[in-house]
């Protein structure tokens, strides 16, 4: 890519002083004392001179012709355009992260070493990594599971289901239970889809709203999805908040770690909020003054500010850092101290704590209540299977969506 950034900086600016490429160079590169030479590469076995990053002849048809170093010279190399890759011994490139040459349940994943240090593009095929249950599925591209028939990592209007070769696949088909045939898209069920605010997409391929669902918000007659803003004021989420025989009902709460102010909105804790320019939101959403002097953190536990780096109000190991949590373009700057091992959250040591109490378990890095909803998307729960690992598992009957974002 930067190669081609190299030519339409030539072609385009050519009074401008620009750099050559190294293959511009009539020492380096044979070819570049021709008309044109500097988009053709020397081929050593032929003599002759190639247009760079022509995909076949002289390479195999799916490799192209790239630049390489031989001595001081710059060749031509055979190589897999970005995004593919080539077993060992090989001419072949195949699309990563697909099946690929690839066995079936199997996926053609880069070998790290041979981008970063030759860029030669080498691939391997591997298994997926197991999900926490058969909800999910693996994704290669970025190593994360979503919930199936969602749409998860995958462009709107297809969603993710498993694929024919036992892989995630973005999938859309006319005969899918998701399909909206007027715009030819697939959607999550109880995610908004193609429908109009207030309404959902239901089963049986249809928008609409039901009072029995507990995606309904009486206030504005409407349905919105789970753990998304919905019709809540700012700072807040769409959540289930308890699940109880009759049903369950989502309501408008509080962001973890916000509080509600007069205005209605939720704001972080520790940061200015809607309060005058020396305070910050308390809990119970009061604004109070900043206790502390400038350059100084809030330890809420303390009720006192002390300095970034102290190890006081921490325990050992441990010193005070800013909230990595907190996201200034967003929440504002926030007073808020946390105690951090090295440079990251404790998370290990928390993470044990965690599993040995009675009741709790750790998941995706954090400590949650076992047998709630917890982290888990709506209709499931977080459960310990016979080995001790914790997962989310869908409660019988219930409505497994999308799972919560990181707020
Ligand atoms: C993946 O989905 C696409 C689009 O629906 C489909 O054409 C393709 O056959 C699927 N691949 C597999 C391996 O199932
Ligand atoms: C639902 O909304 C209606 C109309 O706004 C109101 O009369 C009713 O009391 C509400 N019910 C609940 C449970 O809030
Ligand atoms: C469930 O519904 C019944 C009958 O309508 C009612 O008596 C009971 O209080 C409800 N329970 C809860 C937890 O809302």
């Given at each position: 890519m930067a190669a081609w950034i190299w030519i339409a900086a030539l072609l385009y600016s050519s009074h401008a002083a620009v750099l050559p490429p190294p293959w511009a160079d009539v020492r380096r590169n044979p070819c570049?004392?021709?008309?044109?030479?500097?988009?053709?590469?020397?081929w050593p076995s032929d003599g002759k001179c190639y247009t760079i990053y022509k995909k076949g002849h002289p390479c195999s048809e799916t490799q192209e012709l790239s630049p390489g170093r031989l001595g001081g010279r710059t060749v031509a190399e055979c190589k897999c355009p970005p995004g593919t890759a080539q077993l060992p011994h090989t001419k072949t490139c195949h699309?990563?992260?697909?099946?690929?040459?690839?066995?079936?349940?199997?996926?053609f994943a880069p070998v790290e070493e041979s981008f970063n240090m030759r860029g030669e593009r080498q691939g391997m095929c591997v298994r997926p990594q197991q999900c926490a249950d058969e909800t999910l599925l693996y994704w290669p591209p970025d190593g994360r599971c979503y919930y199936r028939l969602t749409q998860g990592p995958c462009y709107t209007g297809s969603i993710l289901d498993l694929g024919d070769d036992g892989l995630a696949n973005c999938t859309c088909t006319s005969a899918s239970p998701h399909y909206w045939e007027l715009d030819g898209?697939?959607?999550?069920?109880?995610?908004?889809?193609?429908c109009e605010r207030g309404q959902l997409f239901l089963p049986g391929a249809r928008c609409g709203c039901d009072p029995q669902l507990p995606h309904y918000h009486n206030a504005t007659a409407g349905c919105y999805e789970l753990d998304s803003l919905g019709p809540c004021a700012k700072g807040h989420v769409f959540a289930i908040t308890e699940v109880s025989?009759?049903?369950?009902?989502?309501?408008?709460?509080c962001k973890n770690f916000h509080a509600?102010?007069?205005?209605g909105a939720c704001y972080r804790l520790y940061t200015r909020g809607p309060c005058a320019e020396d305070?910050?939101?308390s809990r119970g959403g009061r604004c109070v003054r900043v206790p502390c002097g400038r350059g100084r953190l809030y330890v809420p536990e303390r009720r006192r500010c002390y300095r970034p780096g102290a190890a006081e109000p921490c325990r050992?190991?441990?010193?005070l850092a800013f909230d990595f949590d907190a996201r200034p373009a967003l929440d504002g700057i926030s007073h808020n101290g946390v105690c951090v091992c090295g440079n990251q959250p404790c998370v290990q040591k928390e993470m044990s704590a965690c599993s040995l109490r009675k009741g709790t378990a750790a998941f995706n890095g954090a400590c949650h209540i076992l047998n709630a909803q917890g982290p888990c998307s709506a209709g499931s729960w977080l459960t310990r299977d016979s080995t001790g690992r914790t997962h989310c598992q869908?409660?019988?009957?219930?409505?497994?969506?999308k799972k919560m974002e990181n707020s």
């Open positions: 570049a004392s021709r008309p044109r030479g500097w988009l053709m590469l020397y699309k990563l992260f697909e099946r690929g040459p690839c066995r079936s349940g199997e996926y898209g697939c959607y999550a069920h109880y995610s908004r889809g193609p025989e009759n049903g369950s009902r989502a309501e408008c709460r509600r102010a007069d205005d305070e910050m939101i050992a190991g441990e010193h869908c409660r019988p009957g219930g409505i497994c969506t």
